[in-house]
């Protein structure tokens, strides 16, 4: 058998937005019946054929993060959050539509991910209104 290529893939969100249930879809194709909540992280699995039955055909082994969604600001929760972020592939963002503020706070999740604390520099586009930040 062949080795199987490694790819880690983190699902973040605030807490009670669908992560765990997408996650359980996507791994075992059935809807999750009663999710419960994640405390600290949850690691599922899939094993997909990219290209299948072409000559370019290479499986991979993925594997979903699922992280627990307490979007505190204190340190210790972000930390203990940080060790999740280590040597990540891809990271899929999950909101609420009927919860405006699940939706916002996408923008926290992506800097605490990117491991950084502060507002980035540059141009930021948010619900169609350019915001130019500075250092």
């Not at 199987?4 to 249930?21: N, T």
């Not at 520099?121 to 915001?131: C, E, I, P, R």
Request: aromatic share 6%; glycine share 10%.
């Amino acid at each position: 058998m062949a080795s199987l290529d490694r790819v880690k893939v983190l699902v973040l969100g605030d807490s009670g937005v669908g992560k765990s249930s997408l996650v359980h879809l996507l791994c075992q194709n059935q809807v999750l019946g009663n999710p419960s909540w994640t405390v600290g992280c949850s690691v599922d699995v899939r094993v997909h054929d990219y290209k299948e039955g072409t000559p370019e055909e290479k499986t991979y082994y993925i594997e979903l993060w699922d992280v627990g969604g307490s979007v505190g600001s204190a340190s210790s929760v972000k930390s203990t959050r940080a060790v999740f972020y280590n040597s990540v592939n891809g990271i899929i963002f999950v909101h609420d539509l009927t919860n405006k503020k699940s939706s916002q706070n996408l923008r926290r999740w992506s800097l605490e991910a990117l491991n950084r604390d502060l507002v980035p520099t540059g141009v930021l586009v948010t619900n169609g209104t350019a915001q130019i930040h500075g250092t």
